[in-house]
């Protein structure tokens, strides 16, 4: 069974930063797309970042695009999300998600984490 556990949510004023991390077991992570999806209440769950199997290319959400990155450390089975600028429309929680084809959008997600909260207050 793929296992994904997200870590790094929390509570922080506009403007700060954080970093989510991602810890896969049960597959062979260099060979899978990854990806963050997030989800306000009541809203769907979007496609914020996703990046290849090799790191060598990503996709950012517009409204996160030159704040937040995606990166990928293959040796720890980790993806990682470095956000920056937090505004409260960031305020969801986020998912990691991994697949074996590229990450166009939440309903061909094959396994996903469990979700970790992230609050921006003004």
């Known amino acids: 069974q793929v296992q994904l556990v997200e870590s790094g949510g929390g509570l922080v004023q506009a403007g700060g930063s954080l970093r989510l991390s991602c810890v896969a077991s049960?597959?062979?992570?260099?060979?899978?797309?990854m990806g963050w999806f997030r989800q306000a209440p009541r809203k769907e769950r979007e496609l914020v970042a996703a990046?290849?199997?090799?790191?060598?290319?990503?996709y950012y959400k517009d409204s996160v695009k030159g704040r937040f990155t995606i990166s990928r450390d293959n040796a720890k089975n980790t993806v990682y999300l470095q956000m920056n600028s937090l505004k409260p429309e960031d305020t969801a929680v986020y998912y990691c998600?991994?697949?074996?084809?590229?990450?166009?959008?939440?309903?061909?997600?094959?396994?996903w984490g469990q979700g970790t909260q992230v609050t921006v207050s003004s």
């Open positions: 990046i290849s199997s090799s790191g060598s290319s990503t």
């Open positions: 049960g597959l062979t992570f260099s060979r899978y797309y």
């Open positions: 998600a991994a697949n074996s084809r590229p990450i166009t959008g939440a309903p061909i997600i094959s396994n």
